[in-house]
């Protein structure tokens, strides 16, 4: 048992040193395993991985590999495989809400035409899949079977999400759940899967899988709250395109949880919405508090994630690494 | 070894029974497996397996179980598996191809949406290996390595008929690799599946990829036929719709192979055709010989796979259904 420090979300962080250490050493080893793709794929998967991304969930395999006692590099495998279902997420993702920049890049659908964005997304899943199953050791086996589980709640999850805009509201149970399964099982399976390929006992597996899933939450809470009260220049995504969207985030399920909230936000839902109107509906949303519950509640999640770690048996090193990841990546300036 | 007698291409033939009994044991048990994804994805996942299918491949995996002397039950699960992968392409290359109709329905893209459609792709082909994972013997694993290697050739096959696009000329080589990809990968796997599964010698695997492989080049070709030559009724597609599209299938390939080959169908593809030129070409290339070519060519490869069926340590009977399979999928009134 470690004692973890639980502060408060991070106004700005840089990124921690294990962050950067794990970056050099997946993504010369991603760059190896995509050159196994087919050539005619080479353009859009080296146009896609060149807009670089900050390997948070290749860093925790990593990271969770040494918090059970084996060296970072036996999670490395791992740490590949996820990157590459994190990428394929962000490729066909990025077709379906028809975004065109991702991390000020042309996005590859955008670049190279739907049908190229499709086939790059199935060679990477596939990719990742292969990658674990070509040595079947126990432990990549049970990593392969475990990635695949998450990838599967992570697609349910776009599902859920992309059923959200037919209805009119989510409570937040269901918005909960949808991005539990959207950001919460990959983030869960990343944390926990570096100790699965080191043979880590179920209970430090289990403990590591919970620090992810409610990182995953929190992370995915302050995403919300950014895509309605963020700097465009920081998030590269334009400023409240999720009102635009009329999307059904977690701030605007907290704001419907009172009939006088579900009825403010059925009348601001019911037209397009404007320049104008995007900036006032972001301020009237601050007013009722949504901002704030939305904060609340990634700070809890935050703080469910960081007791994981205090209850797991991991050195107070792995902890205090796997802490300052989660600050990091719930910090507010993302 | 078994002799099996080696026909040519048969003119019409009704389902083998081994077929039918396939469908009958694999139809409810991919009905159940498809039970576990996402409630939202379900409305999609019933209109495109509601359009039926010949269950060629799960067939084949049944089959080859009982090859390897094993109950065919035994191949079950990798028969629901192998049919997720090819309904996985099958929805995905709607999309990329812009089809409108499969089975005499309107694909997934086409009634639900193309995310839709992306999403479900993705979550048949995790759930494929979900399925062999679950239970993970060295044998389901071994099956699991096999499918997601001929998925990753299938995909590679696909990106390389999408680039033929963009080229004036395909070898008869570089179109055969495409289509052994496109088709033949998944064929040789769904063939030798079942034998993994059933934990058969590797020489037995082989030959039964063998055939698997060749036969689906056979396959692939005198769909190729079809496509410039085929009645609309029975194939459920345009006629000429490749010719339309330009498409760089063997018939071409084949024409294309004499210099002056290369300048008949250069100058044939150098503008949109009409219906009536599309009538025309396809008589000219006939007489051009390329219709005669492609099916001596898919006759070669249904031949050296009933001749790995021959050298293959199967039963006479196992052979004999193998063959009857095989004599089925290149009937020309496919």
Redesign the interface.
């Known amino acids: 048992m470690t004692a973890v420090p639980t502060v408060a979300l991070s106004e700005r962080l840089t990124a921690p040193a294990s962050l950067a250490k794990a970056r050099s050493l997946i993504a010369p080893a991603l760059a190896e395993a995509v050159r196994r793709?087919?050539p005619?794929?080479a353009a859009a998967v080296r146009h896609h991985l060149e807009g670089g991304g900050k390997f948070v969930r290749g860093g925790l395999v990593l990271l969770s590999a040494g918090a059970a006692g084996a060296e970072e590099a036996r999670g490395l495998v791992g740490a590949v495989a996820i990157e590459l279902v994190h990428n394929?997420s962000l490729v066909?993702d990025d077709?379906?809400d028809g975004d065109i920049e991702r991390r000020h890049r042309s996005t590859v659908w955008a670049q190279f035409g739907?049908?190229?964005a499709?086939?790059t997304?199935?060679?990477f899943?596939?990719?990742a899949?292969?990658l674990l199953?070509?040595e079947?050791t126990v432990e990549r086996?049970?990593a392969?079977?475990r990635l695949?589980?998450a990838?599967?709640a992570m697609?349910?999850g776009?599902?859920?999400d992309?059923?959200s805009e037919r209805r009119r509201f989510l409570s937040v149970e269901e918005c909960l759940r949808m991005e539990t399964g959207k950001t919460g099982a990959l983030l869960s399976c990343a944390a926990s899967l570096g100790a699965v390929l080191a043979g880590a006992r179920p209970a430090t597996v289990e403990a590591l899988a919970v620090y992810g899933r409610h990182l995953g939450v929190a992370f995915q809470a302050i995403d919300d709250v950014l895509g309605i009260w963020g700097d465009a220049a920081t998030t590269g995504k334009p400023v409240g395109n999720d009102l635009r969207l009329h999307k059904k985030t977690l701030p605007i399920a907290l704001a419907c949880s009172s009939p006088t909230g579900r009825d403010r936000i059925s009348t601001l839902f019911s037209r397009e919405l404007s320049d104008g109107d995007v900036e006032a509906a972001a301020r009237m949303l601050e007013e009722w508090g949504a901002r704030e519950a939305t904060m609340t509640l990634a700070e809890r999640h935050l703080h469910i994630a960081l007791d994981a770690l205090s209850g797991a048996e991991i050195s107070a090193r792995a902890a205090a690494e796997l802490a300052a990841v989660a600050h990091y990546v719930t910090a507010r300036d993302r």
Chains 1, 2 share one sequence.
């Open positions: 793709l087919d005619e794929l394929f066909h077709i379906i739907v049908g190229n499709i086939i997304g199935d060679a899943v596939t990719l899949i292969q199953l070509e079947p086996v049970q392969a079977a695949t589980e990838t599967q697609i349910a776009q599902a859920q992309m059923a």
